[in-house]
């Protein structure tokens, strides 16, 4: 900077020459209003001051809460995993106590099922009223067997039973029930009740006539449907109207006599996905009702049939009084109060019912009861096996 050329008297004598300048403001204004400035400049300067510490504070401290925090962390981690380890002990320990407390609970629920589902699988005489109680044969998948199935129809309306069995034939549920679908027949069905006949009347592409197997099934399922749910002699044929229906192996048919057969054993016959068997009557036919029983107590792994009596039902005698079947049971034997029993009590009275017999009665049964059935007195033969409800 450039010095100035003026000397301190020259500049005291120009201040001199300048005109008087008065301050006409009291003295007090002018000492608050150098307060105020005074506040504001301490105002301004504290806070910043304590930003300044508050840094240096800061930038002292953190490294130690870090190492602090990291340490709590790690504390706090490894509290957890002594934690989830101490939980894990604890939960082997109790897994043992909680497996066997399921099991038991499983038990018992399976113990009360089993109770539950010991029940009478043909029908009687009281499940009947006034309804009708309607027979049809299906063949097994296999086709070597027909099982008889029966239902109870309730609401008849005064119709015959072929009208109610040929509208009732399209409920049926054969797969349901693990066997050949083959229900509706492919055939109308009249009653001839002046020659005591049924006409079977068939389309002319029906498929009743396409190998062996396929007419037999055709021809005993109609001898057995009419004849369990009538007591009608012959069975007339037509095709499309015209008489005689061709059977291939049989030949042109145009009438069949029903014969009535009787004198079958009854065996169990397990159908897929299902725990009870049903109750089919032997193709083969007994010379007496012994026979028939000793029969029973062996399989008839050919066509997939199973013994009825054994190991349930161990029989030692029978013998007849009049109409009623007097059997006794092995000694020693221990008889179980569940449902293979009742069903091999059934095959029994199913059996019974074949050679003429209307009562059963064991003499020496252990148990009092099995099932619904009161082994102190005479039981009351079946109206027809394996109940199912399709209506």
Known sequence: MKKSEWSDKQLEELLRQMPKIQDDRNPRDIYQNLSIRKNKTKQWLLPGLATVAALLIFFILVPKLMVGTQYSEDKVSQEKSSTGQDMQKADQNSKPALKKEDNSSKARIFSSAEKIETLKTSIYDEEVGKGKVLTYWIPDPQAQILVPVSTVVKNTNDKTWLELFTENMVNLKEQEWGLSEYYPLNATLKLDEQ?????????????????????????????????????????????????????????????????????????????????????????????????????????????????????????NEVSINEKTLIVTIKEDTSLQDDQSTINAYESLLLTAKEFGLEKVIVTNSPLKNIGPFDLSKENKVPRAPNLRTIQ
């Open 195 to 315: 020659n005591k006949a049924v006409l079977v009347d068939v389309p002319v592409n029906h498929q009743y006539g396409q190998g062996s197997a396929t007419e037999t099934n055709f021809i005993n399922v109609l001898q057995k449907d009419i004849s369990s749910n009538s007591n009608l002699k012959r069975i007339k044929f037509s095709t499309n109207g015209e008489p005689g229906i061709e059977l291939g192996n049989y030949g042109p048919q145009e009438e069949l006599k029903i014969q009535q057969q009787k004198n079958h054993a009854f065996f169990f016959y397990y159908s897929e996905g299902n725990e009870i068997p049903y109750l089919v009557p032997s193709i083969e036919t007994y010379k007496d009702v012994k026979t028939a029983l000793e029969a029973m107590k062996k399989d008839q792994p050919s066509l997939g049939l199973k013994s009825s009596l054994l190991p349930a039902l161990p029989i």
